[in-house]
RNA sequence: UCAGAUGGUUGGGCCAUUGCUCUGCCCUUUCGAGGGCGGAGAGGAAAGUCCGGGCUCCAUAAAGCAGGAUGCUGGAUAACGUCCAGCGAGGGUGACCUCAGGGAAAGUGUCACAGAAAAUAACCGCCAGAAUUUAUUCUGGUAAGGGUGAAAAGGUGCGGUAAGAGCGCACCGCAUUCUUGGCGACAAGAAUGGCAAGGUAAACCCCAUCCGGAGCAAGACCAAAUAGAAACAGCGUGGGCCUCGCUUUGGGCUGCUGUUUGGGUAGGUUGCAUGAGGUGUCUGGUAACAGGCAUCCUAGAUGAAUAAUGGCUCCCCGUUAAGGGGACAGAACCCGGCUUAUAGACCAUCUGAUAUU
């Protein structure tokens, strides 16, 4: 399915003030509903990586990492149309890339059941 | 063979799957874009942002002050705090390395303290003479020895002397003058003088040379929404205010709607990848470098692409195996440098030691 980069600083803001926070070991993802709301729905994602990650090949590395473990998701599974931003920890670099996979679809399941709860 | 010195190169390789950015050609197009086949896609430091320049804007008659930088000589360069070739000082057996290397007789500051004394001198001493209580005192000469200090007023030796002293001599150092060599820093030699007066200028300072300011978030262009400004047209001539002593009429301002204009925010385009370019070769030069010829086009992102994953192989650790590891590190307008980080591998030249011939 097809995806939109974040871009503005604004909505990576807002995802942390208002959105919905799933932490998992290696990463943590924050959704929210889009604000304005977009003409047409489609999820948007947004991946940041903090200066406590390393220095800037360690950053680059694990930003490249975590979108190619989103890209695979994105291919096999759909999310719902909100803005979704995933914060890196350290395990992005270490992990093995099975288990980053892995992390990355938990923290979608579980968004999706508290999602539901809430209804 | 071992131990070093200097300069340079390299910074693992291949395959598959899935992706990203830019771009050439072709096709489709609802002109937004989509599809197909190709091509290109991080570094020696891309880093620190410490110097110098290009480029852009601002300012600008010129010069100076202030402030900052540099500091042996000659050269290279667009320029430099860089580089090359030399000089001097220091270190190393040596190859070679290191140096922020102008001025302390322009002035100011500072150097605790110690010491007899920081420059006329003399504490302990040494020597001569005199006195007497015969181991002390006084007078004179002296600065070799002692101790203090950052520094005691040239050093060493010989002569000399009562003891000593550049008092005399030799060598060394220093200063002045001259000669020779060198573009020059400077070097060598000769003569003369018996001898300047501590350090600190990465303390202020003086001297010489150089420097306008800000930076691609520079700058240029396109340009929503909202608010406000101006111009024109229309509506309303109703209300308010001003002009008049008051009223009426008239005029001006204020209102609403529309169009246009300029400024310009969000956003976008550009600046932006052909350059003081690379490679090879020839010529000049000790060299840095300069010139000629041939040839190549080699990242261009903007919440930021240049990769992710798997396999084979290479190297290292590990007795084997299992297993683990492969440095430092990511372009952001572009160049020339500097500084700092960097596992390992390789090449060339040279030095010392040992062995053999």
Redesign the pocket.
Known sequence: MTVV?????KD?VRATHYGTKIIAKSLILQAVEPFPPLSTPIPRI???VTKKIG???QR??S???IR?AL?NYLKMNSVLPLDYVTVARPGTLTD??VELEKTIAWVFKKHRKILAEVL
């Open positions: 980069c974040i871009k503005k600083r990576f947004g991946i940041t220095n800037a090949v680059n590395r930003r490249r990492r190619a890209h093995p890339f």
